[in-house]
């Protein structure tokens, strides 16, 4: 069976994809934030949901169509979106980290608006937010849940691209690892991406600058294959 010229080889699995870049509040009106646009993470939900996939997508402050068929679950901050995750993830045979997830957040959010006074303000100081991909990475490791069978990430790399990948990779313990080259108007924003997809066997996988449903397509053949 094809679906939209798609195999159906994600018929009766259950996947997780988060998208969007996360918020961390500093106060009622101001955040911390990136600029993910969720477009990567919304093509990889609509080209699972062709190939036969159920699929939660965990969007944060994401601004585009609910993919049709798809459980969206809207989150803001990284804590949000690690709990809707780690919520989504149990009985899911995949998981797809392709949020950007703000690495600090406020240590405090101020209850109301930070007002303007005659001298400079205060610093903003910044605490650790928990690595959600390489929890879900230990977590499987360790065994205490039934774990995705399949757990991958992005990761949008400067200078020595393929070397920080294959670190990265290992680090967060994931099984496929989607590596972009930041910078040239790639990535951000944009319907086209290039990236390698390196895998936990060593492999790797070109991927040609395109559309972004084509990379997604390229990563589900790779799940997929690891799926059996
Ligand atoms: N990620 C995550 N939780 C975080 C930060 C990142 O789950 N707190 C996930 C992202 O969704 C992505 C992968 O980890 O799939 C790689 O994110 P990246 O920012 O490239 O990696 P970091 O470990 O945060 O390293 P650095 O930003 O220092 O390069
Ligand atoms: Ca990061």
């Not at 939209?4 to 955040?31: C, K």
């Not at 049709?68 to 709990?83: F, K």
């Not at 066997?201 to 991927?207: A, E, L, N, P, Q």
Request: net charge neutral; aromatic share 2%; glycine share 10%.
């Amino acid at each position: 069976r094809v679906l939209g010229g798609r195999p159906a080889d994600l018929a009766g699995r259950r996947v997780v994809i988060s998208a969007g870049g996360t918020r961390e509040a500093i106060d009622p009106v101001r955040f911390i934030g990136n600029r993910s646009s969720g477009l990567q993470g919304y093509a990889l939900a609509r080209t699972a949901l062709a190939r036969g996939a159920e699929v939660t997508l965990v969007a944060a402050n994401v601004a585009l169509p609910d993919p049709a068929g798809a459980e969206v679950i809207r989150v803001e901050s990284a804590l949000e979106l690690r709990a809707a995750v780690l919520e989504a993830v149990e009985g899911a045979d995949v998981v797809v980290m392709a949020a950007a997830v703000a690495d600090f957040r406020p240590a405090a959010r101020s209850g109301s608006k930070i007002k303007k006074t005659a001298a400079d303000p205060d610093a903003i100081h910044l605490v650790k937010n928990p690595d959600i991909l390489a929890e879900l990475g230990e977590r499987r490791r360790e065994g205490l849940k039934p774990s995705p069978a399949v757990i991958a990430g992005f990761a949008a790399e400067t200078d020595d691209v393929l070397a920080n990948g294959r670190a990265k990779l290992a680090r967060k313990g994931c099984d496929l690892l989607v590596v972009n080259q930041v910078g040239e108007n790639l990535a951000f924003g944009t319907p086209d991406n290039a990236a390698v997809v390196l895998s936990a066997d060593g492999g790797r996988t070109d991927i040609p600058r395109g559309p972004k449903e084509a990379l997604a397509d390229t990563v589900w053949d790779l799940v997929a294959a690891r799926l059996g």
